[in-house]
């Protein structure tokens, strides 16, 4: 069974502190990998979708990364709108399998 | 382009009765998964449908159940509601589904069991 594991779960910093999120997985043939970020009680918005080993995505202040066993979320310079629950999820028989998240709180 | 949507947005049920939930997907998505969203256990899946054929069910009991219409909306329907029930329920799209297609959320619906 695919098995996904977020760290930390929560990452508090200060505006401008930059840091990095860490999603480790565990799938038979990763089809993709997702990130996307929810804030407290809405959906999860989409960001990033990463296929292969060696991808890299941008989008503003993030960028995610992937190798064969893990992702990463890097996120640069953050501000306090960038405060949310980070969720980290694998591609399997059309389900996607989520990881608990990251809770990253920016301070002003 | 609208998004996802789901109704109601909240609900407060009691032990015992049922719950029907309704999700609208992003125009020309034809793929609807259902999600539940508990502190405890995180979004855990458990199902999907294309073209009104359920693909993938996830570890749920039976009380849990879904269907999908001609038109693409989805309801879910949860029967002899358990306190244990309640969470946020999400609904995604996506325009064929897993695997590799990217699944847009909704709001969810939050389901209090009192």
């Known amino acids: 069974e695919d098995q996904v594991t977020q760290s930390p779960e929560a990452l508090r910093l200060q505006e401008g502190e930059s840091s990095s999120l860490n999603c480790s997985y565990t799938?038979?043939?990763?089809?993709?990998l997702f990130w996307y970020r929810q804030d407290p009680g809405k959906g999860p918005e989409f960001l990033f979708t990463l296929y292969s080993a060696g991808e890299e995505k941008e989008k503003e202040r993030l960028k995610a990364t992937l190798t064969k066993k893990e992702s990463f979320l890097h996120i640069t310079a953050p501000k306090p709108e960038d405060s949310a629950t980070y969720l980290c999820?694998?591609?399997?028989?059309?389900?996607?399998?989520f990881g608990a998240g990251t809770t990253v709180t920016v301070r002003a | 382009k609208a998004g996802v949507t789901q109704t109601p947005r909240y609900l407060i049920k009691t032990r015992g009765q049922q719950v029907t939930l309704s999700c609208s997907p992003i125009s020309g998505h034809r793929s609807v998964s259902w999600y539940q969203q508990t502190p405890g256990q995180g979004l855990q899946f458990l199902f999907e449908?294309?073209?009104?054929?359920?693909?993938n069910k996830g570890n749920f009991p039976g009380r849990f159940s879904g269907r999908q219409f001609s038109n693409s909306r989805s309801e879910m329907n949860v029967s002899t509601l358990e306190l244990g029930d309640s969470a946020l329920y999400l609904c995604?799209?996506?325009?064929?589904?897993?695997?590799?297609?990217?699944?847009?959320f909704g709001p969810g619906t939050r389901l209090t069991v009192l």
């Open positions: 449908y294309f073209s009104e054929t359920q693909r």
């Open positions: 995604a799209s996506s325009l064929t589904g897993p695997p590799t297609d990217t699944q847009y």
């Open positions: 999820a694998v591609e399997g028989d059309y389900k996607l399998s």
């Open positions: 799938v038979s043939g990763l089809r993709g």
